[in-house]
């Protein structure tokens, strides 16, 4: 989980200020990040969030998610 989130902060990380409207992942509450992340799993466009989703199982989503938000569970 960790290597798919080092990919995910190269776009939306707190940290990227010329990339603002990406937002920070941070920011979004864990189970509205899921949500978005299957549908763009689902998704028939070729944007490239589905690009990105695309190889990815969905236990690993929501691994991904555990990860992301796992401050949250405490």
Do not use: A, W
């Amino acid at each position: 989980s960790e290597i798919i989130y080092e990919n995910c902060v190269s776009c939306h990380s707190e940290k990227l200020t010329n990339k603002s409207y990406l937002g920070s992942l941070k920011n979004l509450e864990k189970d509205y990040f899921l949500k978005k992340m299957l549908e763009y799993k689902n998704d028939k466009s070729d944007s490239v969030m589905k690009r990105i989703v695309k190889p990815l199982l969905i236990d690993d989503i929501y691994q991904l998610g555990n990860f992301i938000y796992e401050d949250e569970q405490k």
